[in-house]
């Protein structure tokens, strides 16, 4: 058969005064510039555990929904779903099969909700893929009818055991960054995460060594390539985290990844991730302080019993040469609008060297979605198209919807302008000068 991976690609908002700020300002551009052309690291792995004797190929959605005509010659193809592009990926699926062509969808939305996807694709599949798409495939190839498959009728899988990623299917498109992951899965279980549906599993390390082989793949190809690790919380074992950091540094590398606060507890792993590369951590704050976070993190309070040290351990990180980038969740329960002046003076005062702003969103599947659905709280409970962390889809408790919109906007002018990063930067930039000349 010829298989076609189709990712969908570029970032999705729909608030039009966001929009139009988020194409002015440079804080937000960048950003955008850095994101707008990673490629699905989902399908690659499927990819790379399809059967032999099949013809592989991967192509882009556009950031408008539409497919590329090759896709029509495939005879299965396989789409990633997020929610954001949920209507997207199904309204190309119906054009698909309204051709002929045998659809697979996967990823964080349909897992979180399967029935609706089976409305437009012939094989719909929850959770993790690696072992359900060879069956997938051959399903396909014998014209057997469409049907929902669940990873956990299959073996879970083995993290020590994974292929390299098909990067070498991206051809020569223009990628300006690659994935590649080091871990699955997060201890935590914070309310509104969104990994949630794919967390069943503990938290899941990698062998070093294979981590290495795909980054070498990548090197292969892209031989000055930044990369991102698609890990839900990277350092969460520390010594293990150590041993990686020691394995990359010899690559030269320069790298990003997810993790939490408690990176900053260990120096050691903060000086080896800085020697090994690491550009950059984005860590989950969500508030600027206690208020709003009692309870977000469902199992230990995580996030509560950790916020009085935030500003200590920003410090800490981007003392050793790694930028925060710190996340703030806006509209959290125990939020007023007293919170946009809070995120910024704490932003001026840490001197955080990127800030990420977005709603508290509730996508399907999260323990956030059923309590805001119980609570009536949900304006259009099924616009999927609207879960892209800039578009508000509920009813905040401590202001209006109308507030929260306004604040957003108004903190985002103040935040991400030339001079607002400027200052927040310099300090971490003449720290970094004065590191190279001494
Ligand atoms: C890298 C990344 C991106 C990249 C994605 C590149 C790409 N083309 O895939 C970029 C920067 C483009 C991106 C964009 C967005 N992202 Co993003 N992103 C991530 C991140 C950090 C890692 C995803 C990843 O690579 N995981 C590793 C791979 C191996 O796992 P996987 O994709 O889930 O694939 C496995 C299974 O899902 C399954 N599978 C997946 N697809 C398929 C298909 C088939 C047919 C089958 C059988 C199986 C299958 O098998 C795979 C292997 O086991 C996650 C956070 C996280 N830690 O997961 C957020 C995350 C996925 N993003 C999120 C969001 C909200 C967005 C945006 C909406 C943000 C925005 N406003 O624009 C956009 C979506 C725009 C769009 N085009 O749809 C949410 C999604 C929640 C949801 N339910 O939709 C997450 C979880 C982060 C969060 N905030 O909670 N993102």
Same mark, same amino acid.
């Given at each position: ?15 039009? $005064? *966001? ?5 002015? @300002? ?172 794919? @967390? ?47 394995? *990359? ?19 050691? @792993? ?89 709603? @508290? ?53 103040? *935040?991400?302008?030339? $001079? ?19």
């Amino acid at each position: 058969m010829k298989i076609a991976f189709l990712a969908m690609s570029g970032i999705r908002a729909h608030d039009p $005064e *966001l929009l139009e700020l988020g194409l002015t @300002l440079p804080g937000f551009v960048e950003r955008s510039r850095q994101v707008a052309a990673l490629p699905s690291l989902g399908l690659l792995y499927l990819a790379a555990v399809t059967p032999a004797g099949h013809e592989l190929a991967y192509y882009e959605a556009e950031g408008d929904g539409s497919e590329p005509e090759e896709v029509y010659a495939a005879d299965l193809v396989a789409i990633s779903t997020f929610s954001a592009q949920a209507f997207e990926a199904y309204a190309i699926a119906d054009r698909l099969r309204a051709r002929g062509v045998k659809v697979a969808l996967g990823g964080l939305h349909v897992s979180a909700l399967p029935e609706e996807a089976a409305r437009h694709a012939d094989y719909v599949v929850i959770g993790e893929g690696e072992h359900v798409w060879p069956r997938v495939v051959a399903l396909a190839a014998a014209n057997a009818p469409g049907r929902i498959l669940d990873a956990r009728d299959f073996a879970p899988v083995d993290v020590a055991a994974l292929p390299v990623p098909r990067y070498d299917l991206l051809g020569a498109r223009p990628y300006n960054r690659y994935t590649v992951q080091t871990a699955r899965g997060c201890p935590w279980r914070c309310e509104f995460c969104a990994s949630t549906v794919m @967390l069943r599993e503990r938290y899941r390390r990698r062998p070093v060594a294979e981590v290495v082989r795909d980054v070498e793949a990548i090197l292969a190809l892209a031989p000055d390539a930044f990369l991102e690790l698609a890990d839900d919380n990277t350092f969460v074992d520390k010594e293990w985290g150590k041993e990686l950091c020691r394995a *990359l540094a010899p690559l030269g590398l320069k790298w990003f990844t997810e993790t939490d606060v408690s990176v900053a507890d260990d120096p050691e @792993l903060l000086e080896l991730m800085a020697a090994a590369g690491c550009r950059q951590v984005l860590v989950g704050l969500e508030a600027p302080g206690a208020a709003g976070l009692a309870g977000l993190e469902q199992r230990a309070d995580f996030k509560r019993a950790r916020a009085a040290g935030y500003a200590d351990a920003i410090a800490r990180i981007q003392e050793h040469g790694v930028t925060v980038n710190g996340c703030f969740v806006l509209g959290l329960d125990g939020h007023g609008p007293e919170v946009f002046d809070a995120v910024y003076d704490f932003a001026e005062r840490t001197a955080l060297y990127e800030v990420q702003i977005t709603y @508290l969103t509730a996508f399907p599947g999260t323990p956030l979605y059923t309590r805001l659905a119980r609570e009536g709280r949900l304006i259009e409970p099924e616009r999927w198209d609207l879960c892209t962390l800039f578009d508000v889809n509920y009813r905040p408790l401590g202001m209006s919807v109308d507030a929260l919109r306004a604040g957003m906007r108004d903190l985002s002018r103040r *935040l991400y302008t030339a $001079e607002a990063l400027e200052r927040r930067r310099a300090p971490f930039r003449a720290r970094r000068r004065a590191r190279r000349a001494s």
